[in-house]
């Protein structure tokens, strides 16, 4: 079966930093497109980040600059740095990955930016 895992999720204060991390198992790791989603409670789910087997990266508008998607395909893993968090950033955030008609995504790590 496919699992996605994420970790590194924590309390981080303004202007801090966090690295997140999506282990994966069951799955061709490399042969995959992944993604960070994020949501904050009551809000609909947004998409963060992605990075193709190529190591194409793409961000969304709230995070372009300050967000940083990697992937270490001998690891199974990708990786989210997170630079200069606002308090905005403060949301779950969940992996993703499409195996044909098929969506998996991770149980989420939380992210909380407070003072």
């Known amino acids: 079966q496919v699992q996605l895992v994420e970790s590194g999720g924590g309390l981080v204060q303004p202007g801090g930093s966090l690295r997140l991390s999506c282990a994966a198992s069951g799955i061709i790791f490399s042969r995959y497109t992944l993604h960070w989603y994020r949501q904050a409670p009551e809000k609909q789910r947004e998409w963060v980040s992605s990075?193709?087997?190529?190591?194409?990266?793409n961000y969304g508008g709230a995070v372009k600059g300050r967000f940083t998607i990697s992937r270490d395909d001998a690891k199974n893993t990708v990786y989210l740095q997170m630079n200069s968090l606002k308090p905005e950033d403060t949301a779950a955030y969940y992996c993703?990955?499409?195996?044909?008609?098929?969506?998996?995504w991770g149980q989420g790590t939380q992210v909380t930016v407070s003072s």
């Open positions: 990075i193709t087997t190529g190591g194409t990266t």
């Open positions: 993703r990955t499409v195996m044909g008609l098929t969506t998996y």
